[in-house]
Nanobody, 123 residues
Framework: VQLQASGGGLVQSGGSLKLSCAAT????????MAWYRQAPGKQRELVAE???????NYADSVKGRFTISRDNARNTVYLQMNSLEPEDTAVYYC??????????????????WGQGTLVTVSS
């Protein structure tokens, strides 16, 4: 099972970006999906999360500006980021709590992480 994130880039303050993260491999079920970010010199922090039923939760710093969504048919989670600020500059990581096939061929519960995509917001 792999998570592939995309959509990062350089944007001016006030601009928008949309991140995508697709889960591939032998997947039985995906429960929660989330986006985290890590700015230089700081700890990784939760940005937004979404359950399989569509319930969402956001960090206070992004409420009203970011929207998390998912397409269960495509095993993909999105993060629409509007009104971006220089403080949003970070590497963004997606993750998923899922049941999928491991290296031994067994279906197990696991937490998978994407490789990270860099978002840079210039002032």
């Amino acid at each position: 099972v792999q998570l592939q994130a995309s959509g990062g880039g350089l944007v001016q303050s006030g601009g928008s970006l949309k991140l995508s993260c697709a889960a591939t491999g032998r997947i039985f079920f995906i429960n929660d999906m989330a986006w985290y970010r890590q700015a230089p010199g700081k700890q990784r922090e939760l940005v937004a999360e979404i359950t399989s039923g569509g319930s969402t939760n956001y960090a206070d710093s992004v409420k009203g500006r970011f929207t998390i969504s998912r397409d269960n048919a495509r095993n993909t989670v999105y993060l629409q980021m509007n009104s971006l600020e220089p403080e949003d500059t970070a590497v963004y990581y997606c993750n998923a709590d899922l049941t999928g096939e491991d290296y031994s061929g067994s279906y197990v519960a696991m937490r998978a992480w994407g490789q990270g995509t860099l978002v840079t917001v210039s002032s």
